[in-house]
């Protein structure tokens, strides 16, 4: 609703292409490669879980994507629009941090330790994005973040810093302040891992409801339960590479690869 | 000579006191406030990624941590108006010598609290912010910052108090402040200990003041909602909403 609007959107993309599109990607850390041409698409209302081994790439990937750091190569777009770069003859050209930051309010993120600003209240936390960034006046983004926080059901801890909320609470309202920037697509980077296991069922129910709603969503995560439940398709992730994408049904009852076998066996 | 009573309460009660007592303090606040505006450039400076930024801030920090601040005192009084006119004009005060002069000093040590304050905030805050779609200078100004300062504080109320002090310096440039006034006095009198005494008590008084202070504006940076019964609206716990 708030992103570019018409006259940014190419002509080239309607509605069935992929709201996020990743191709070619490749990220290295010094002499590792992390990302080695990473292949992705994501369409709208879509819900995609990315599981894997820790270190296989699967948080790098979605910090790219987020635009939170730069890739070595490869194309990102948003709605058909290339991100994270201006394009020139010579070839992409990083954008400066201050343009990058505009395109980032169309992707939302979640990050497995909250991150919630300790200094606001859960209110203050949701409304941040919106006043400072959206420049939506303090009364009118108050309303929204409360709305936000409802969805969440965590308008009775509106008040109440994140010190004063457990896990569970915190990554509701870090979803609720993700989504109250109305994106195009929500990046979860494994949001139920620092949990305490009882706490876990709250967040996930928060995600179900979402994707319920429509929301286009791309989870790194290793519920394997709530991947098999909420996702449209499920992909495997090792060493920098998509091994397996398929729907949750063929992926775990009749995975096609040797390697996404070896990994089920070891996460039932 | 005994110490004679009256004349420390004559003392205490002299206005002249009053006034040195209240440059000391004014020339600490404006050389605290100078200091953390150098010293948070001086900060942002050595925290950047530019090597040029970092070996300005670093050639700052490293020159005034080793010059006395007496020296540097004599140099902006003394030295400087030699050089340039317009320093000898008569808006040049001992007040604006001394503040300035303490001021940059000052600044190479907040600095490096601004600096440690900055570090100490955890990578994932600038992250979020940054996530959000905030640009570089909010994600400082609202996220980073306000969470900095909070660390900054204590230490930052001991320079303070510290610049109090140090204030006294500036009686070699001839600024009345608190010292200067009991100094003054003694070379009249001879009355050492009833002349110092009084000093003392107004040195107590002020830093007493001060700590208070400090206490009272840490305590605006406790962030839970319990401490803030007063405040409406947002910063309270709204009852009971529906849950999902």
């Given at each position: 609703m708030t992103h570019s609007g018409p006259e940014l959107m190419p002509e080239t993309w309607s509605t069935n292409d992929p709201v996020l599109s990743v191709r070619n990607l490749h990220k290295s850390y010094q002499d590792q490669h992390v990302l080695r041409g990473v292949e992705f698409d994501i369409r709208q209302g879509q819900v995609k879980a990315v599981l894997g081994p820790s270190g296989s790439g699967k948080s790098t990937m979605l910090r790219l994507m987020a635009l939170l750091e730069p890739a070595d190569d490869g194309e990102i777009r948003l709605r058909g629009r290339r991100i994270g770069v201006r394009e020139k003859a010579s070839g992409a050209v990083a954008l400066p941090e201050r343009e990058l930051a505009k395109e980032r309010r169309n992707i939302g993120m979640v990050f497995q330790k909250f991150n919630l600003f300790p200094h606001l209240t859960a209110c203050r936390n949701v409304m941040l994005g919106l006043t400072s960034v959206k420049g939506i006046h303090h009364k009118e983004a108050e309303e929204q973040a409360m709305a936000m926080l409802q969805r969440v059901g965590l308008s009775h801890r509106a008040g109440h810093f994140p010190s004063e909320l457990s896990g569970g609470q915190q990554q509701r309202v870090a979803i609720a302040r993700a989504l109250v920037m109305n994106p195009d697509v929500l990046l979860f980077d494994e949001p139920t891992s620092a949990l305490d296991p009882e706490l876990v069922g709250e967040v996930l129910d928060v995600m179900e409801s979402l994707a319920n709603d429509g929301m286009t969503m791309i989870v790194v995560t290793h519920e394997v339960r709530f991947a098999r439940r909420v996702a449209d398709e499920v992909t495997l992730f090792d060493s920098g590479v998509i091994v397996e994408q398929a729907t949750p049904d063929e992926f775990f009852d009749n995975p096609q690869h040797q390697r996404t076998r070896k990994f089920l066996s070891h996460v039932h | 000579m005994e110490f004679d009573v009256n004349i420390f309460v004559q003392q205490l009660v002299n206005p002249s006191y009053l006034s040195g007592a209240f440059l000391s303090v004014a020339v600490a606040v404006l050389s605290l406030i100078l200091a953390t505006a150098i010293g948070f450039a001086v900060a942002l400076g050595r925290t950047s990624r530019s090597r040029i930024a970092q070996g300005v801030a670093g050639i700052y920090t490293w020159f005034f941590r080793a010059i006395p601040a007496l020296l540097v005192l004599l140099i902006i009084w003394n030295a400087l108006p030699q050089l340039f006119p317009?320093?000898?004009?008569?808006?040049?005060s001992p007040f604006i010598a001394a503040f300035i002069g303490l001021g940059i000093v000052e600044a190479a040590f907040m600095a490096e609290i601004i600096r440690s304050a900055l570090l100490s905030i955890d990578d994932g805050q600038a992250l979020a912010g940054r996530a959000l779609g905030m640009s570089p200078v909010k994600v400082m100004l609202k996220v980073v910052l306000p969470q900095a300062i909070r660390t900054a504080l204590p230490p930052t109320g001991n320079e303070f108090i510290g610049l109090v002090k140090f204030s006294s310096l500036a009686s070699v440039i001839s600024l009345q402040e608190l010292l200067t006034t009991a100094q003054v006095g003694v070379n009249i009198t001879f009355r050492y200990a009833e002349y110092y005494a009084a000093a003392i008590v107004y040195y107590l008084i002020i830093v007493s003041l001060l700590t208070l202070l400090q206490s009272y504006v840490e305590k605006k940076f406790v962030w839970t909602s319990r401490s803030k019964s007063?405040?409406?609206?947002?910063?309270?716990?709204?009852g009971q909403g529906v849950q999902s």
């Open positions: - | 317009v320093l000898r004009q008569d808006w040049f007063k405040k409406p609206s947002i910063l309270e716990p709204v």
